[in-house]
């Protein structure tokens, strides 16, 4: 039979690593900030700093990207016309009201070891990553953004080239407005374990 006082200790162990563990998880910034991102598509009239602008430019261009490649192209649209160009109904309503729109695009091919000009199957998925980056920086810094789908729906991705002067060999992922929140967004909870298998299905 075990002693009561060890008992004792053992159960307080046992709580203190429990609470420890909490405590990690409460602190961790980059955790709380995955599991507090959410859209936002209503904003205020304050505007971005260029230091804003750049720091969430810089968080999408620290993304993984297939062989490095690095496909990913931003165009920062802060003009007020122009957003309103870019604006229709549907997702693209609150494009007017951001204090900037971020159009993420990619080359779709590269120059290979060979000097060959070929295909990237990877420039959809660097992209996302990148667009990602930069929607969770935002929430970071106290910003509001959502990701609005531009590729592959033909009508969005001719507006944008046309409008924004996009060459030929870049295409418009995605477009995502930014400014500083002017509702009570919340984030959903979407963990679900019966989505998870482990080992095999």
Request: one cysteine or more; proline letters at 6%.
């Amino acid at each position: 039979m075990k002693h009561p006082l060890l008992i004792l200790l053992l159960a307080l162990s046992a709580i203190f690593a429990s609470c420890s563990n909490s405590s990690e998880q409460t602190e961790n910034s980059t955790l709380a900030t995955i599991m507090s991102r959410k859209s936002v598509r209503s904003y205020t009239e304050q505007k971005l700093t260029d230091a804003q602008i750049e720091t969430l430019l810089k968080a999408a261009m620290a993304a993984p990207s297939g062989i490095n490649i690095q496909p990913w192209r931003f165009i920062v649209v802060t003009d007020q016309s122009t957003k309103e160009a870019l604006q229709s109904d549907g997702p693209q309503r609150m494009y007017s009201q951001c204090a900037a729109l971020f159009v993420i695009c990619g080359e779709t091919d590269f120059i290979n070891r060979n000097g060959d000009k070929v295909p990237n199957g990877n420039w959809t998925a660097d992209c996302a990553a990148a667009t990602e980056n930069l929607l969770l920086a935002a929430e970071s810094i106290g910003l509001g953004a959502v990701w609005t789908a531009c590729y592959p729906y033909e009508n969005r991705m001719n507006k944008a080239i046309e409008v924004l002067g996009i060459p030929e060999g870049v295409t418009p992922y995605c477009l995502v407005p930014v400014g500083y929140p002017a509702g009570d967004e919340q984030p959903k909870d979407k963990w679900k374990p019966e989505n998870i298998h482990y080992n095999r299905w």
